[in-house]
C-alpha cells in the first residue's frame, strides 16, 4: 500500500492550498480515509475524515467551514481543499486509510499512511 500526499507549499494568511493523496496497492473504496497533521513537539492530530463512497465527512472543530475533505474513487484519490487558512494552520499533513466501515476520526482507526506534506502558512 502506498499513499502519496502532494499540494503543500507556502501561502499567506487567508489563501487557500489544495492538497491531494493519491493510493495504490489497496481497492481504494474499500477504505475510509482521513488527513491528519502535525507540527514538531506535537502528537498527530485529526483534520478530517470521509467515508469510503465519499458521501458522509468529519471535520476537527478547528478546520470545520475552512478545509474540505472529498475523494474520486474512479482516481484513487482523496483531497483537501483549504480555505482561509491561517498561521496555526501550519503544519505536516498526512493522508491514512482506514478498514472501518464508519468514518474513520482518531489516529487509531488507520492502518496506512502516506509521508506528509509541509503546509506554511505565512501571518
Known amino acids: 500500500v502506498q499513499l502519496q500526499a502532494s499540494g503543500g507549499g507556502l501561502v499567506q494568511t487567508g489563501g487557500s492550498l489544495r492538497l491531494s493523496c493519491a493510493a495504490s496497492?489497496?481497492?481504494?473504496?474499500?477504505?475510509?480515509m482521513g488527513w491528519f497533521r502535525q507540527v514538531p513537539g506535537k502528537e498527530r492530530e485529526f483534520v478530517a475524515g470521509?467515508?469510503?463512497?465519499?458521501?458522509?465527512?468529519y471535520y476537527a472543530d478547528s478546520v470545520r467551514g475552512r478545509l474540505t475533505i472529498s475523494r474520486d474513487n474512479a482516481k484513487n484519490t482523496m483531497y483537501l481543499q483549504m480555505n482561509s487558512l491561517k498561521p496555526d494552520d501550519t503544519a505536516v499533513y498526512y493522508c491514512a486509510a482506514s478498514q472501518l466501515s464508519r468514518i474513520p476520526n482518531s489516529r487509531d482507526n488507520f492502518a496506512y499512511w502516506g509521508q506528509g506534506t509541509q503546509v506554511t502558512v505565512s501571518s
Open positions: 470521509i467515508s469510503r463512497s465519499g458521501s458522509s465527512t
Open positions: 496497492g489497496l481497492t481504494f473504496n474499500y477504505y475510509g
